[in-house]
């Protein structure tokens, strides 16, 4: 087992049934941290390592407030991109949809096959967002159950953070926790100086309780929701920092395995 320590100076971890008032956990779910984990080592296939098990442990006490920011939804088809790769978002009522189609005839172009445009007309608005600042934790990582033991998910984090060989990792886009906006600022492994330093003032640990009423995601479906994933657990608070029982961290494990 390791222990990834990583502050965040701002992020948003959404529950799963927030809608218009975009609500956030104290603490990303195991889903979130799985996923940032892979994002560290560089993975983009989720089921690489399935199995493993994942549990944040919370060091600081984050403030909440709260935003006014730009929200992306699915409302309607009004975006087409023409065989040139420009891109048209197009009304949805029938005279400026009649009007565009007689244009894209005109062009000699095949009928348009619209889709949904994220962040297009009516598929954004403008939502409250509930934000947390100076997030301070330590993410525990045990790949003992890990479906790729022939390189787990333990192995290729450390080597993300070994000078020697993290020049190795290839990624894409900035290293956030939660939204691709919310970037971390420190990512190390938990031990050494870094064991001697940290004083947290009040440590809490999520753990597996079948009696807890904190509820999260240990994968999520991004399609529908149908099959998301959630174990049900409770944020205790600790003593010292150490790491937890296996048997109470959150096991990464999708609909199709269970």
Same mark, same amino acid.
């Given at each position: 087992?390791?222990?990834?320590?990583?502050?965040?100076?701002?992020?948003?971890?959404?529950?799963?049934?927030?809608?218009?008032?975009?609500?956030?956990?104290?603490?990303?779910?195991?889903?979130?941290?799985?996923?940032?984990?892979?994002?560290?080592?560089?993975?983009?296939?989720?089921?690489?390592?399935?199995?493993?098990?994942?549990?944040?442990?919370?060091?600081?006490?984050?403030?909440?407030?709260?935003?006014?920011?730009?929200?992306?939804?699915?409302?309607?088809?009004?975006?087409?991109?023409?065989?040139?790769?420009?891109?048209?978002?197009?009304?949805?009522?029938?005279?400026?949809?009649?009007?565009?189609?007689?244009?894209?005839?005109?062009?000699?172009?095949?009928?348009?096959?619209?889709?949904?445009?994220?962040?297009?007309?009516?598929?954004?608005?403008?939502?409250?967002?509930?934000?947390?600042?100076?997030?301070?934790?330590?993410?525990?990582?045990?790949?003992?159950?890990?479906?790729?033991?022939?390189?787990?998910?333990?192995?290729?984090?450390?080597?993300?953070?070994?000078? &020697?060989?993290?020049?190795?990792? $290839?990624?894409?886009?900035?290293? *956030?926790?939660?939204?691709?906006?919310? +970037?971390? %600022? @420190?990512?190390? &492994?938990?031990?050494?100086?870094? $064991?001697?330093?940290?004083?947290? *003032?009040?440590?809490?640990?999520?753990? +597996?309780? %079948? @009696?807890?009423? &904190?509820?999260?995601?240990?994968?999520?479906?991004?399609?529908?929701?149908?099959?998301?994933?959630?174990?049900?657990?409770?944020?205790?608070?600790?003593?010292?920092?150490?790491?937890?029982?296996?048997?109470?961290?959150?096991?990464?494990?999708?609909?199709?395995?269970?």
């Amino acid at each position: 087992m390791i222990g990834v320590y990583v502050t965040v100076p701002a992020a948003c971890f959404r529950k799963g049934l927030a809608r218009e008032y975009l609500e956030t956990e104290i603490i990303p779910p195991p889903a979130t941290c799985y996923g940032f984990l892979l994002s560290l080592v560089g993975e983009t296939n989720r089921l690489k390592h399935m199995g493993v098990r994942v549990t944040p442990m919370l060091l600081s006490e984050p403030e909440c407030s709260v935003v006014l920011r730009k929200r992306w939804r699915v409302k309607e088809d009004n975006y087409w991109v023409d065989p040139n790769g420009q891109v048209h978002i197009v009304s949805r009522t029938k005279k400026a949809r009649e009007k565009f189609e007689i244009w894209v005839r005109d062009q000699g172009w095949p009928k348009p096959n619209y889709s949904y445009g994220l962040g297009c007309g009516s598929n954004s608005c403008p939502d409250y967002q509930q934000i947390l600042t100076g997030i301070e934790l330590i993410i525990w990582l045990d790949s003992s159950e890990d479906a790729n033991q022939d390189n787990p998910l333990e192995k290729r984090v450390q080597e993300a953070q070994d000078p &020697l060989t993290r020049n190795g990792i $290839k990624r894409f886009g900035g290293l *956030s926790l939660g939204e691709s906006t919310h +970037l971390v %600022d @420190q990512v190390s &492994l938990y031990g050494g100086k870094l $064991k001697e330093c940290l004083r947290p *003032s009040k440590i809490r640990l999520y753990k +597996l309780n %079948d @009696q807890g009423l &904190l509820g999260l995601p240990v994968w999520v479906d991004h399609v529908g929701s149908a099959g998301t994933v959630h174990v049900v657990g409770e944020l205790v608070e600790i003593d010292a920092i150490q790491p937890p029982e296996i048997a109470e961290m959150p096991q990464i494990v999708s609909s199709r395995t269970m």
